[in-house]
């Protein structure tokens, strides 16, 4: 059983703890060792993703809550609005 499997079955199922900022620590007392590494991990993923926001001042931090890995699939708008985005920010003056 791969990490993920695991915190899915430590929790009952319920993966919404993954999107969900400051209430990780809450899944720990649960699962033991692998819940408690699973959430640190997921702690210097988050710390990571706001570090990398810093190295631009157009960055922006997109969460697709909806979505697994499969976020073009599973909400296509939340791709097609964030380019239509970057575009606009981007595009020069007309000449």
Not at 34 to 40: H, I, P, Q, T
Not at 49 to 56: G, N, P
Not at 62 to 70: F, K, N, P
Request: proline content about 4%; charged content about 15%.
């Amino acid at each position: 059983m791969n990490l993920s499997a695991h915190l899915m079955n430590q929790s009952g199922g319920d993966a919404s703890f993954l999107s969900r900022r400051g209430e990780m620590a809450d899944i720990a007392g649960r699962g033991g060792v692998l819940v408690d590494m699973g959430v640190r991990i997921l702690r210097a993923c988050q710390h990571a993703q706001a570090e990398l926001l810093k190295l631009s001042t157009r960055s922006a931090l997109i969460v697709a809550t909806e979505s697994g890995h499969g976020v073009p699939i599973s909400q296509p708008s939340l791709i097609s609005e964030a380019a239509l985005r970057m575009v606009d920010q981007t595009a020069g003056p007309p000449t």
